[in-house]
Each structure stands twice: as C-alpha cells, then as structure tokens.
C-alpha cells in the first residue's frame, strides 16, 4: 500500500488507532477484573481497639488538628471504680476531682457519684485531644473500657490514613462504611 | 516406679491440662474484666456514646456526578468554545469544589493506587467511587484530551492559577525533568500493589493549602511548588504527577483535541512562544528539512537500544526490590528486631514495643518479611520493565521528525489550558 493514497489508510494512522485500541483494552478490563473486589459503600478508617497499644501516636499523626481519633467510654464494661486508672494520674494523694490529680491533660473527663461505692466518667468529646493517657491507664490498671475510635464526624477519610501509616501495632484498618465502628462493648449491651 | 506410672496419667491428663491452659491463657488475653461491673440499686441507666457517621455514601456518587459533569463543560470550554475565560472560571470551580469543599479526596490522581491494591491484593475491595475517579478521566482523556488537566483536577487548578508569569525551561532539563513522573508512577504502583504505602497521597503537595492543615515538610513543599510555579507554570503536573503519564499516554490517541486556531493554520508563528509547557509542535515542511541520513541511522540505534533498555531496567529494579521493600512497615520492623539481636542493644522504637507485646513470633515476622521481599522482586522486575520501556521509546521519538503543516498542540503533553487561543490570529465569526 503507498503512503498518501488515501486520507485515512497512512501508516500513521493506522499506528495511532492500533495504539487507540491497546491503550483502550486494558482501561475497560480493569473493571472488569475488580467485578468481584468493588463495594459499592465504600469503607471508612477505625481504630481497632483489641489491637491498639495505646501509644498515643494517633493524636500527633492525622492530618487534622485536634486528630479526628478519641477516646470513647464502654459503659457497660467500666467498673464504676472510685480509684480509677484512667482518670486519676499514678500515685495521688488524694481521690478528687481537683486538677493535679486527674490523668487527662485537657480535662475532658466529668467524674459524677452514681451510688456508693460507684463513680460514672464521662469522656467530654469537644475537649478530648486523643492523646490516648487515660486509655492507657485504664487498660493497666482497670478494665479497659476507655479505648480509641476515629470519630467520624471529624475524619475527612483520607485515602491513605496517616495514623495508619504510623501506628505500630497496625490497629487502624478499614472497615465497612456502613458499620463505621468497634465498639468494645458490642457483645455486651444487653442487660 | 513412681515415675513411670506418672507419666500415662500425665498423657492421659493432657487434653485436660492444655484445656485449663488454654481458658487460663484466654482469660488473661481476653480478660481485663478486673473489676466485675457493679449492680446498681439506684436505678442507674447506662448513659450511651453518640456515633457519629461519615456522610453519606450518596455522596461519594454525587462527587462522580459533579466529575463527569465538569469534564464536560471543561471539553465544551478547551475544544468548542475556546475560552480561556471559561476555563479559568472552570479551574476556580474545581478548586473550590474538590480541593477546599471536599478537601482533596478522593482524587484520581490517588485513585491509581487503589487499583493497583485491589489488582493484586485479595483483602481489599475498591470502593466503586474510586475506580470511577480513576476510569472517567482516562477515558475523556482518550476521546478528549487532557481536559481533565485542564479545568477539573484541583491540583492542576491550584497551579494554573498562580501560574502568572510563564518562563521556558532550557529543552534539556525540560526533557530530563518529565521522566520523574514515569519513576514516580512506577514507584506508586509498586509500593501500592505491595500493600506497603500510597506515596502519592502522604507526598501530596498541596492537600495541606486544602485542608489548612498539613505537617511543616509538606506545606513548605506545597508553598515551594506554588512559588516556583509563578515562573515555570504547573510543576507539579509537569515534573511529579503520576496520573499525568496515565493521561499523556492515553491523550496521545485522543480522538478529538483542543486545537490552537479555529481554522486553518497559516503559519504565522505567533503561538510559536504562547506555550508555557513547551506543548506546542512547530510546523515542519520539507523545505525547511535538511537532508540528514544521520537520523535515520539514530532512529534504529535506538530502535535497537530498547529491548535493551528494557530488560536493564528489570534487571536493575529487581536487584533494588529488598532495598525498595523498606518503605514496607513489617520489612522495617523485621530488620529492626534483627539489628536489635544483632548489636544487642534493645530498641526504642515504639513499633518494636508494640510486636513485643502483641505475642508474634520472630519467626513469624521473618517469614512475613520474606514473603513481602519476594512480591516485590516479583513486582519491581515489572516497574523496571516499564521504566525501560518508556525511557527506549521516549529516546527513540527524541530523533522522530514528523512531516507538518502546521503549528499544532503536543497531544501528550498539552493541558488544555487555552493559553495558546489569543495569540492565533484568525478568528472565527459565526
């Protein structure tokens, strides 16, 4: 075939809708490949709290300030302590509610009698900073009912979580968008 | 004799024993039940957490309609209209909605890794938002162009706004500097299909300028980009961006493209110095064509070169594959603890704390090392193959000279931007 003999039958052209099609096929395969790994909700980032060890890197490493994690309260697994690990700092004097004694540095923790010998802790969203001390300290000496969660009012869902990247115990994982949480008291919520 | 009847009772026993080991083991993993959970006679409720939820997923959809519907007022605007003015309002639009609205994610430009996770990793399941990000702007780039480039990434938004005063870079360096997208997009691929890391999204440059949030090396770096981008417009689609080697391929067969006169081009030269990316392909007529056999002969050198290049690239990336698997946290954590036993000295980091406790074995870990090791042997191999491949066939179109009769835009590297439409000269009046 010579060249210029028709318009549209150059080898130019003839290389570039060869090239059109290689290039297309593989664009219209990939979905066809993902068919079975595709979830039409999408996922969101959790902290998984029988993962977490508590080392606070979650408060210095999301990409927003205050980071999106904090500390949420399973109620029903607390031990309604007097002495407790999570709000009072190791080895006070005193059990009060006076700030030199309390573990949390911001105060987002209200300490409220209930009965004898009971006390309710409340954790106050708006103050908590996630920086994970009363977790801690609840997970060594109490019941572990203080843990973490990615609030997700807050979280803007990055595609590549940074406390993910940085936790050492790989407890940030994605989970279902449609059940955003692990709650530790799951299993526990009937009386 | 005592001992050896002792010993079938213990045989016997040892179901027993493991058993009460076991729920002992159990109750001292599970059980931080220290202090059992009161019962109260006051009547105490429980008082219950708010659970907040992510917006809805509705959303996520909403912003593919919002993305479809922008590339195709953006491809109304390049290829139709020709407005500079429109695409402008276009980038404003964009970088509003998906750079300072909806904060930069998802972006297509992140979405490549998604996919190559999903590709090759069973554990994980693409959300179909992603893949939609990822897909639609390829395929308005093979039918279009580069319109999304030119008035919907919010990246590319950014950049072209503050792009004000457009110097030319030395052809040289310009030329030197486009190949770090194709190692950029190599390295991504590889580190995401690897399940390791999404170096796009942690180097994203200007994410932090969405957010108003950012760590101080990656807003430093955003700032530096935007600063020097006043003078060499867009850096970061030109010199970094991986998407943008996806989108040059894919523009190169473009059906349609934003074209720089309405008409006819008389070669006049005006756009001859209109493109700030270098974008534009002067006309080439046989009359201003000296006669040279020397490129022809350079033509098949390096025809010949690339199958070289190529397998010399594999050959180099598979041999970098344990010294690249570093960016992979547990292969970080397995030579750590290795040092850790090697100098004797124990280690602080908070990572090795967390193994430590967490009751994994060395072995365990090692052999989790080892498996990663080899995906990315396995995987490298094909970046360097690529990497190869592009650099053969990018020297080899270095001494391609095409026949033209007219000033017309570089199909792969043009932006859409419109930049080029005021300086030709013939207008159209309909």
Known sequence: MTEGKNKYQTRRDFVKKTGNIIVAAPLLLIPVALAKKMSVSGYVWQIDPFKCTQCGQCKTNCVLTPSASKCVHAFRMCGYCDLCGGYLRQGVKTISTAAENQLCPTGA?????????????????????????????????????????????????????????SCPSDAIVRVAASSPYIQKDKGKNNE | ????????????????????????????????????????????????????????????????????????????????????????????????????????????????????????????????????????????????????????????????????????????????????????????????????????????PFIGIFRLDAPYTMIVFGALLLLSGIFVNRPYCRYLCPYGVLLNIFSRFAGKHL????????????????????????????????VQPEPRKQFILYFLLIPLITISGGIILYNLAPTLSGVNSTVRLAREIRLEKMTGIESVLKTVTAFKESGKTETELFAEEGLIIRQFRKASKWAGIFLGLSLGIGMVSLVIRNKRSEYKPHKGKCYSCGRCFKYCPIKVTS
């Open chain 1, 109 to 165: 923790i209200t300490r409220k009698f209930v009965e004898e010998p009971y006390f309710e802790y409340t954790i106050n969203e708006n103050l908590c900073d996630g920086c994970a001390k009363c977790v801690k300290g609840c997970a060594d000496f109490g019941n572990g009912s203080l843990y973490m969660q990615i609030r997700h009012d807050r979280c803007v869902n990055c595609n590549d979580c940074s406390i993910a990247r």
């Open chain 2, 1 to 204: 004799m005592e001992h050896r009847e002792n010993k079938p009772r213990m045989k016997k026993n040892l179901p027993v024993i493991l058993f009460m080991l076991f729920l002992f083991w159990h109750s001292v993993l599970k059980g931080q039940d220290r202090f059992p959970r009161p019962e109260f006679e006051s009547g105490y409720v429980y008082a219950t957490n708010q659970m907040p939820a992510q917006r809805a997923g509705a959303w996520e959809y909403f912003d593919v309609v919002v993305l479809i519907c922008a590339l195709i007022v953006t491809t109304w605007l390049a290829l139709k209209k020709r407005s500079r003015q429109g695409l402008i309002w276009m980038s404003v639009f964009s970088l509003l909605y998906f750079g300072f609205y909806r904060q930069g994610c998802i972006c297509s430009v992140g979405s490549v890794q998604n996919v190559s996770l999903a590709l090759f990793n069973d554990g994980y399941t693409i959300p179909l938002s992603a893949l939609l990000f990822f897909i639609i702007p390829l395929l308005f780039a093979l039918a279009f162009g580069r319109v999304f480039c030119a008035g919907v990434c919010p990246l590319g938004a950014i950049q072209e706004l503050t792009g004000f005063k457009p110097l030319k870079l030395p052809k040289t360096i310009e030329i030197v500097l486009t190949s770090v997208p194709f190692i950029y997009l190599a390295l991504a691929i590889l580190f995401a299909s690897t399940n390791s890391q999404f170096i796009i999204c942690r180097y994203d």
């Open chain 2, 259 to 290: 074209t720089i006169t309405p008409a006819e081009c008389t070669n006049c030269r005006l756009c001859e110095e209109a493109c700030p990316y270098d974008a534009i392909v002067p006309a080439d007529t046989d009359q201003d064509r000296e």
